[in-house]
T-cell receptor, first 111, second 111 residues
Framework: NAGVTQTPKFQVLKTGQSMTLQCAQD?????MYWYRQDPGMGLRLIYY???????DKGEVPNGYNVSRLNKREFSLRLESAAPSQTSVYFC??????????FGPGTRLTVL | RKEVEQDPGPFNVPEGATVAFNCTYS??????FFWYRQDCRKEPKLLMS???SGNEDGRFTAQLNRASQYISLLIRDSKLSDSATYLC????????????FGKGTRLSVIA
C-alpha cells in the first residue's frame, strides 16, 4: 500500500498562473482533506470531502477549488495563484476510526 | 477559547529526561483524541490515539481528562530522535467531521 500520495512534490508558479495539486489514497477511505501549513500557523483546513460526491469548505477556502474525482482521488486547484498561497500543502484521508493519514506534501512557491 | 490549545515551546531537554506536554480542547462533545508527531518539513504522522483510561506505548504515555478537557503526553527516557513537533488532535464530534489540530509543541532533545 502506498497510503496517500501527492504530486507534484515541489512547484514554483508565477502570480496569476493556475495549477492542480493531485492526491490519491489506496486505503479505501471515505473522507479526504486538503490542508495548508505556514510557519507558526499550524495546519489549516482548506476543503474536505466527507464522501465521494461531496465537498465542503474548511477554514481557508478562498482562492481554491476542489474535485473529488472518485473515492481514491481528491484534487486541489489554484485558479489564479497569489504570493499569499505560498505554502506547504498536505492531503490527508480518514477511515472509520478517525485516524488521519497524510501525504508527503507539496511545497508551492508563488513568485 | 481556541478549539485546541498547546504550549508552543520549545521544550529543550537532555537525553534521558522525562518531559510532559499538555493540551486543552474546548468542545466537550469531542470523542476522538490523538497525538501526532511532525518532523521538520515532513508530514504529520500518528504517534498514538488517546483513550479514556489512558494508554501507553513504550516510552510514551497518553492521558485524557474529560472533566477538565485536557490531554497529556508523557515521554520517558527521551532520545535525540524524539526531537520533533507534537500535535494534539481532537475531533469536533463523532462522524465524518474534520479533526482539529493544535499548532504543536516543539521538543528538542539535547545530547
Amino acid at each position: 500500500n502506498a497510503g496517500v500520495t501527492q504530486t507534484p512534490k515541489f512547484q514554483v508558479l508565477k502570480t496569476g498562473q493556475s495549477m492542480t495539486l493531485q492526491c490519491a489514497q489506496d486505503m479505501n477511505h471515505n473522507s479526504m482533506y486538503w490542508y495548508r501549513q505556514d510557519p507558526g500557523m499550524g495546519l489549516r483546513l482548506i476543503y474536505y470531502s466527507a464522501s465521494e460526491g461531496t465537498t465542503d469548505k474548511g477554514e481557508v477556502p478562498n482562492g481554491y477549488n476542489v474535485s473529488r474525482l472518485n473515492k481514491r482521488e481528491f484534487s486541489l486547484r489554484l485558479e489564479s495563484a497569489a504570493p499569499s498561497q505560498t505554502s506547504v500543502y498536505f492531503c490527508a484521508s480518514t477511515g472509520l476510526t478517525d485516524t488521519q493519514y497524510f501525504g508527503p506534501g507539496t511545497r508551492l512557491t508563488v513568485l | 477559547r481556541k478549539e485546541v490549545e498547546q504550549d508552543p515551546g520549545p521544550f529543550n531537554v537532555p537525553e534521558g529526561a522525562t518531559v510532559a506536554f499538555n493540551c486543552t480542547y474546548s468542545n466537550s462533545a469531542s470523542q476522538s483524541f490523538f497525538w501526532y508527531r511532525q518532523d521538520c518539513r515532513k508530514e504529520p504522522k500518528l504517534l498514538m490515539s488517546v483513550y479514556s483510561s489512558g494508554n501507553e506505548d513504550g516510552r510514551f504515555t497518553a492521558q485524557l481528562n474529560r472533566a477538565s478537557q485536557y490531554i497529556s503526553l508523557l515521554i520517558r527516557d527521551s532520545k535525540l530522535s524524539d526531537s520533533a513537533t507534537y500535535l494534539c488532535v481532537v475531533n469536533k464530534h463523532s462522524g465524518n467531521t474534520p479533526l482539529v489540530f493544535g499548532k504543536g509543541t516543539r521538543l528538542s532533545v539535547i545530547a
